[in-house]
Protein backbone atom coordinates (compact mmCIF):
# COMPACT_ATOMS: atom_id res chain seq x y z
CA UNK A 1 0.00 0.00 0.00
CA UNK A 2 0.93 3.47 -0.98
CA UNK A 3 0.22 7.08 1.23
CA UNK A 4 -0.42 10.64 0.46
CA UNK A 5 -0.40 13.45 2.27
CA UNK A 6 -4.01 14.99 2.93
CA UNK A 7 -3.66 17.82 1.39
CA UNK A 8 -1.86 21.00 3.55
CA UNK A 9 -1.32 18.28 6.65
CA UNK A 10 1.49 16.21 7.89
CA UNK A 11 -0.87 13.33 7.94
CA UNK A 12 -0.49 10.35 5.31
CA UNK A 13 -3.20 8.41 4.24
CA UNK A 14 -3.20 5.35 2.20
CA UNK A 15 -4.16 5.84 -1.72
CA UNK A 16 -7.10 3.41 -1.12
CA UNK A 17 -9.45 4.11 1.88
CA UNK A 18 -12.42 1.70 2.79
CA UNK A 19 -15.56 3.11 2.84
CA UNK A 20 -18.58 1.95 4.83
CA UNK A 21 -21.61 2.48 2.86
CA UNK A 22 -22.34 -1.24 2.91
CA UNK A 23 -22.30 -1.14 6.65
CA UNK A 24 -25.51 -1.88 8.37
CA UNK A 25 -29.23 -1.38 6.72
CA UNK A 26 -30.28 -5.19 6.21
CA UNK A 27 -33.98 -4.44 5.20
CA UNK A 28 -33.87 -0.34 5.01
CA UNK A 29 -35.01 0.29 1.64
CA UNK A 30 -31.82 2.08 0.70
CA UNK A 31 -29.17 0.87 2.63
CA UNK A 32 -30.18 -2.95 2.32
CA UNK A 33 -29.84 -2.94 -1.47
CA UNK A 34 -26.39 -0.97 -0.83
CA UNK A 35 -25.08 -3.29 1.11
CA UNK A 36 -26.80 -4.68 4.80
CA UNK A 37 -23.77 -6.08 6.07
CA UNK A 38 -23.75 -7.09 9.69
CA UNK A 39 -21.12 -7.37 12.15
CA UNK A 40 -19.51 -10.35 11.04
CA UNK A 41 -18.90 -9.53 7.55
CA UNK A 42 -18.19 -5.76 8.56
CA UNK A 43 -15.17 -7.24 10.66
CA UNK A 44 -14.33 -9.10 7.80
CA UNK A 45 -13.87 -6.53 5.76
CA UNK A 46 -12.21 -3.78 8.05
CA UNK A 47 -9.81 -6.46 9.31
CA UNK A 48 -9.28 -7.41 5.26
CA UNK A 49 -8.54 -3.56 4.74
CA UNK A 50 -6.16 -2.68 7.97
CA UNK A 51 -4.37 -6.24 7.44
CA UNK A 52 -3.36 -4.81 3.69
CA UNK A 53 -2.32 -1.07 4.86
CA UNK A 54 -5.38 0.61 5.01
CA UNK A 55 -5.64 3.39 7.21
CA UNK A 56 -8.29 5.72 6.40
CA UNK A 57 -11.63 4.81 6.59
CA UNK A 58 -14.70 6.91 5.65
CA UNK A 59 -18.20 6.53 6.86
CA UNK A 60 -21.29 9.07 7.27
CA UNK A 61 -24.16 9.76 10.30
CA UNK A 62 -26.63 9.02 7.73
CA UNK A 63 -25.70 5.49 6.59
CA UNK A 64 -27.69 3.18 7.73
CA UNK A 65 -29.29 5.61 9.94
CA UNK A 66 -25.83 5.78 12.09
CA UNK A 67 -25.59 1.84 12.26
CA UNK A 68 -22.96 2.21 9.86
CA UNK A 69 -20.88 3.93 12.34
CA UNK A 70 -21.60 1.30 15.41
CA UNK A 71 -20.64 -1.34 13.19
CA UNK A 72 -17.36 0.34 12.04
CA UNK A 73 -16.46 1.62 16.10
CA UNK A 74 -17.11 -2.39 17.18
CA UNK A 75 -14.78 -3.75 14.14
CA UNK A 76 -12.19 -1.21 15.08
CA UNK A 77 -12.08 -2.15 18.66
CA UNK A 78 -8.50 -1.72 19.51
CA UNK A 79 -7.50 -1.12 16.30
CA UNK A 80 -8.84 2.97 16.40
CA UNK A 81 -5.46 4.35 17.02
CA UNK A 82 -4.10 2.59 13.55
CA UNK A 83 -6.86 4.57 11.18
CA UNK A 84 -7.52 7.97 10.08
CA UNK A 85 -11.49 7.95 10.50
CA UNK A 86 -13.64 10.21 8.52
CA UNK A 87 -17.03 10.71 8.89
CA UNK A 88 -20.10 13.26 8.02
CA UNK A 89 -22.35 15.43 9.37
CA UNK A 90 -25.14 17.13 7.33
CA UNK A 91 -27.76 14.33 6.67
CA UNK A 92 -31.16 13.99 8.12
CA UNK A 93 -31.11 12.06 11.12
CA UNK A 94 -34.42 12.54 12.74
CA UNK A 95 -37.90 14.01 11.95
CA UNK A 96 -37.42 17.34 13.56
CA UNK A 97 -36.91 20.98 11.08
CA UNK A 98 -33.51 20.85 12.77
CA UNK A 99 -32.07 17.25 12.24
CA UNK A 100 -30.34 17.88 9.36
CA UNK A 101 -27.96 20.64 8.02
CA UNK A 102 -25.11 22.52 9.04
CA UNK A 103 -26.24 24.57 11.92
CA UNK A 104 -24.02 24.98 14.86
CA UNK A 105 -27.11 23.29 16.73
CA UNK A 106 -27.05 20.44 14.53
CA UNK A 107 -23.34 20.04 14.07
CA UNK A 108 -22.96 19.92 17.58
CA UNK A 109 -25.56 17.35 18.17
CA UNK A 110 -24.21 15.29 15.43
CA UNK A 111 -20.49 15.09 16.66
CA UNK A 112 -21.84 13.45 20.20
CA UNK A 113 -24.00 11.18 18.42
CA UNK A 114 -21.29 10.21 16.04
CA UNK A 115 -18.60 10.06 18.89
CA UNK A 116 -20.77 7.83 20.53
CA UNK A 117 -21.73 5.67 17.93
CA UNK A 118 -18.29 5.25 16.85
CA UNK A 119 -16.83 4.18 20.42
CA UNK A 120 -14.01 7.43 20.25
CA UNK A 121 -13.23 10.21 21.82
CA UNK A 122 -12.38 12.11 18.97
CA UNK A 123 -12.92 11.91 14.74
CA UNK A 124 -9.99 12.57 12.23
CA UNK A 125 -11.73 14.06 9.77
CA UNK A 126 -15.09 15.74 10.55
CA UNK A 127 -16.42 16.62 6.75
CA UNK A 128 -19.78 18.44 6.01
CA UNK A 129 -21.34 16.00 3.91
CA UNK A 130 -23.46 18.61 1.62
CA UNK A 131 -23.08 21.97 1.12
CA UNK A 132 -25.95 24.07 3.40
CA UNK A 133 -28.40 26.85 1.05
CA UNK A 134 -29.47 27.93 3.94
CA UNK A 135 -27.04 28.32 7.08
CA UNK A 136 -24.12 30.71 6.36
CA UNK A 137 -20.78 29.73 6.19
CA UNK A 138 -19.57 31.52 9.16
CA UNK A 139 -21.41 29.65 11.43
CA UNK A 140 -20.96 26.46 9.86
CA UNK A 141 -17.00 27.55 9.87
CA UNK A 142 -17.15 28.41 13.66
CA UNK A 143 -18.95 25.62 15.26
CA UNK A 144 -15.92 23.35 13.44
CA UNK A 145 -13.35 25.49 14.44
CA UNK A 146 -15.40 25.01 18.22
CA UNK A 147 -14.65 21.39 17.82
CA UNK A 148 -11.20 21.10 16.46
CA UNK A 149 -10.27 23.60 19.94
CA UNK A 150 -12.11 21.13 21.86
CA UNK A 151 -9.82 18.56 21.19
CA UNK A 152 -12.90 16.38 19.32
CA UNK A 153 -11.97 16.36 16.24
CA UNK A 154 -8.60 16.68 14.47
CA UNK A 155 -9.34 18.09 10.62
CA UNK A 156 -12.15 19.36 8.95
CA UNK A 157 -13.24 18.55 4.78
CA UNK A 158 -16.12 18.82 2.99
CA UNK A 159 -17.72 16.58 0.13
CA UNK A 160 -19.86 17.31 -2.94
CA UNK A 161 -18.77 21.02 -2.43
CA UNK A 162 -18.38 22.85 -5.80
CA UNK A 163 -14.92 24.60 -6.75
CA UNK A 164 -16.22 28.36 -5.41
CA UNK A 165 -17.86 26.84 -2.30
CA UNK A 166 -14.80 25.42 -0.66
CA UNK A 167 -12.68 28.39 -2.14
CA UNK A 168 -15.12 30.66 0.05
CA UNK A 169 -15.12 28.89 2.89
CA UNK A 170 -11.18 28.73 2.58
CA UNK A 171 -11.11 32.58 2.31
CA UNK A 172 -13.19 33.07 5.56
CA UNK A 173 -11.36 30.40 7.71
CA UNK A 174 -8.24 32.17 6.28
CA UNK A 175 -10.40 35.52 7.22
CA UNK A 176 -11.39 34.52 10.86
CA UNK A 177 -8.68 32.68 11.77
CA UNK A 178 -10.64 29.40 11.44
CA UNK A 179 -10.06 25.86 11.57
CA UNK A 180 -10.05 25.50 7.23
CA UNK A 181 -10.96 22.53 5.01
CA UNK A 182 -8.06 19.95 4.53
CA UNK A 183 -9.64 17.96 1.87
CA UNK A 184 -12.79 17.56 -0.38
CA UNK A 185 -14.45 14.47 -1.13
CA UNK A 186 -16.40 14.08 -4.60
CA UNK A 187 -17.97 11.85 -6.79
CA UNK A 188 -14.88 11.38 -9.70
CA UNK A 189 -14.84 8.16 -12.63
CA UNK A 190 -13.97 6.94 -16.03
CA UNK A 191 -17.69 8.22 -16.62
CA UNK A 192 -17.40 11.11 -14.52
CA UNK A 193 -15.19 13.47 -15.18
CA UNK A 194 -17.21 16.68 -14.19
CA UNK A 195 -14.77 17.66 -10.96
CA UNK A 196 -11.69 17.78 -13.32
CA UNK A 197 -13.25 21.47 -14.82
CA UNK A 198 -13.05 23.16 -11.56
CA UNK A 199 -12.53 21.23 -8.76
CA UNK A 200 -9.12 19.69 -9.64
CA UNK A 201 -7.98 23.01 -10.60
CA UNK A 202 -8.91 24.57 -7.28
CA UNK A 203 -7.60 21.54 -4.64
CA UNK A 204 -3.99 22.17 -6.63
CA UNK A 205 -4.36 25.96 -6.29
CA UNK A 206 -5.18 25.72 -2.56
CA UNK A 207 -3.42 22.69 -1.14
CA UNK A 208 -6.55 20.57 -0.66
CA UNK A 209 -7.07 16.97 -0.85
CA UNK A 210 -9.09 15.34 -3.12
CA UNK A 211 -10.79 12.38 -2.04
CA UNK A 212 -13.24 10.05 -4.71
CA UNK A 213 -16.35 8.20 -3.82
CA UNK A 214 -17.90 6.04 -6.52
CA UNK A 215 -14.57 5.36 -8.38
CA UNK A 216 -16.92 2.59 -10.15
CA UNK A 217 -20.39 4.92 -10.94
CA UNK A 218 -21.98 2.74 -8.35
CA UNK A 219 -20.31 -1.03 -9.46
CA UNK A 220 -21.10 0.10 -13.26
CA UNK A 221 -17.00 0.27 -14.27
CA UNK A 222 -17.33 -3.68 -12.71
CA UNK A 223 -17.93 -4.21 -16.58
CA UNK A 224 -21.00 -6.82 -15.42
CA UNK A 225 -23.86 -5.32 -16.98
CA UNK A 226 -24.39 -5.65 -21.13
CA UNK A 227 -25.99 -3.28 -23.59
CA UNK A 228 -29.11 -5.11 -23.26
CA UNK A 229 -29.74 -4.83 -19.63
CA UNK A 230 -28.50 -8.48 -18.57
CA UNK A 231 -26.59 -7.94 -14.88
CA UNK A 232 -23.95 -10.37 -14.16
CA UNK A 233 -24.02 -9.32 -10.49
CA UNK A 234 -26.92 -8.02 -8.82
CA UNK A 235 -24.16 -5.81 -6.91
CA UNK A 236 -24.34 -3.78 -10.20
CA UNK A 237 -27.79 -3.51 -10.99
CA UNK A 238 -28.10 0.27 -9.56
CA UNK A 239 -25.36 1.59 -11.41
CA UNK A 240 -27.20 0.39 -14.69
CA UNK A 241 -27.52 3.57 -16.91
CA UNK A 242 -31.36 5.14 -16.32
CA UNK A 243 -31.34 3.39 -12.79
CA UNK A 244 -28.61 5.37 -10.43
CA UNK A 245 -29.68 8.85 -9.88
CA UNK A 246 -26.33 8.99 -7.55
CA UNK A 247 -23.72 8.39 -10.98
CA UNK A 248 -26.28 9.71 -14.13
CA UNK A 249 -24.59 9.30 -17.25
CA UNK A 250 -24.74 8.53 -21.42
CA UNK A 251 -25.72 5.43 -21.87
CA UNK A 252 -24.05 5.20 -25.60
CA UNK A 253 -20.78 6.89 -24.12
CA UNK A 254 -20.64 4.95 -20.58
CA UNK A 255 -20.75 1.94 -22.82
CA UNK A 256 -18.01 3.08 -25.32
CA UNK A 257 -15.97 3.43 -21.67
CA UNK A 258 -16.45 0.20 -20.38
CA UNK A 259 -15.53 -1.43 -23.56
CA UNK A 260 -12.05 0.23 -23.99
CA UNK A 261 -11.29 -0.53 -20.03
CA UNK A 262 -12.21 -4.05 -20.57
CA UNK A 263 -9.68 -4.25 -23.45
CA UNK A 264 -6.78 -2.85 -20.86
CA UNK A 265 -7.88 -5.02 -18.01
CA UNK A 266 -7.77 -7.89 -20.49
CA UNK A 267 -4.30 -6.83 -21.75
CA UNK A 268 -2.82 -6.96 -17.90
CA UNK A 269 -4.68 -9.83 -17.14
CA UNK A 270 -7.17 -8.16 -13.98
CA UNK A 271 -10.86 -6.91 -13.55
CA UNK A 272 -12.01 -3.60 -15.23
CA UNK A 273 -12.63 -2.19 -11.78
CA UNK A 274 -8.92 -2.83 -10.77
CA UNK A 275 -7.99 -0.78 -13.96
CA UNK A 276 -10.88 1.93 -12.84
CA UNK A 277 -9.57 2.56 -9.43
CA UNK A 278 -5.59 2.17 -10.68
CA UNK A 279 -7.06 5.19 -13.37
CA UNK A 280 -7.91 7.20 -10.41
CA UNK A 281 -5.01 6.88 -8.73
CA UNK A 282 -2.92 8.54 -11.51
CA UNK A 283 -5.40 11.65 -11.83
CA UNK A 284 -3.96 15.27 -10.26
CA UNK A 285 -4.72 16.24 -7.14
CA UNK A 286 -6.27 12.93 -5.80
CA UNK A 287 -5.36 11.65 -2.17
CA UNK A 288 -7.18 8.51 -1.68
CA UNK A 289 -10.03 6.66 -3.74
CA UNK A 290 -12.40 5.06 -1.13
CA UNK A 291 -13.77 1.57 -2.06
CA UNK A 292 -16.96 -0.40 -0.73
CA UNK A 293 -17.74 -3.40 -1.21
CA UNK A 294 -20.12 -6.00 -0.11
CA UNK A 295 -17.76 -9.16 -0.57
CA UNK A 296 -14.56 -10.00 0.49
CA UNK A 297 -13.49 -10.66 -3.02
CA UNK A 298 -14.38 -7.42 -4.52
CA UNK A 299 -12.74 -5.36 -1.51
CA UNK A 300 -9.20 -7.11 -2.02
CA UNK A 301 -9.21 -6.68 -5.95
CA UNK A 302 -10.59 -2.83 -5.50
CA UNK A 303 -7.44 -2.85 -2.91
CA UNK A 304 -5.20 -4.52 -5.06
CA UNK A 305 -5.19 -1.22 -7.73
CA UNK A 306 -2.76 0.15 -5.70
CA UNK A 307 -0.05 -2.54 -7.48
CA UNK A 308 -1.56 -1.98 -10.90
CA UNK A 309 0.48 0.54 -13.24
CA UNK A 310 -0.89 1.42 -16.39
CA UNK A 311 0.78 2.09 -19.19
CA UNK A 312 1.14 5.25 -21.23
CA UNK A 313 -1.37 3.33 -23.86
CA UNK A 314 -3.26 3.02 -21.24
CA UNK A 315 -3.86 5.89 -19.95
CA UNK A 316 -4.02 7.31 -23.63
CA UNK A 317 -6.86 5.07 -24.53
CA UNK A 318 -8.93 5.27 -21.39
CA UNK A 319 -8.44 9.39 -21.12
CA UNK A 320 -9.53 9.75 -24.89
CA UNK A 321 -12.62 7.99 -24.30
CA UNK A 322 -13.79 9.38 -21.41
CA UNK A 323 -12.14 12.94 -21.59
CA UNK A 324 -15.44 15.79 -21.54
CA UNK A 325 -15.38 18.72 -23.82
CA UNK A 326 -13.55 21.51 -22.86
CA UNK A 327 -16.18 24.17 -21.17
CA UNK A 328 -16.63 27.54 -21.26
CA UNK A 329 -14.44 29.75 -19.70
CA UNK A 330 -12.10 26.93 -19.69
CA UNK A 331 -11.34 27.03 -23.79
CA UNK A 332 -10.82 30.70 -24.19
CA UNK A 333 -8.43 30.91 -21.37
CA UNK A 334 -6.83 27.75 -23.01
CA UNK A 335 -6.47 29.38 -26.67
CA UNK A 336 -4.98 32.68 -25.17
CA UNK A 337 -2.64 31.24 -22.87
CA UNK A 338 0.53 31.50 -24.82
CA UNK A 339 -0.04 35.22 -25.34
CA UNK A 340 1.74 35.98 -22.10
CA UNK A 341 5.07 33.91 -23.25
CA UNK A 342 7.38 35.58 -24.11
CA UNK A 343 8.03 35.88 -27.99
Not at 125 to 141: A, G, K, R, S
Amino acid sequence: MKYRLLGNTGVYVSEISLGAMTFGGSGHPIYGTLGGLALPDVQRMVDTALDAGVNFIDTADGYSDGESEELLGQALGKRRRDVVLATKVHSRTGPGPNDVGTSRLHIMQGLEDSLRRLGTDHIDLYQIHNFDQVTPMEEMLRALDDAVRQGKVRYIGAANFAAWQMSKALGISAREKLAGFVSVQEYYSLVGRDVERDVVPMALDEGVGLTVWSPLAGGFLSGKISRDGAVADSGARSAQPGYSSFTPMDPESAFAVVDVLKGVAERHGVSPARVAVAWLLTRPAVTSVIVGARKQEQLVDNIAASDLTLTEQDLTELDEISKLPVAYPNWIQEAFAGFRLPQ
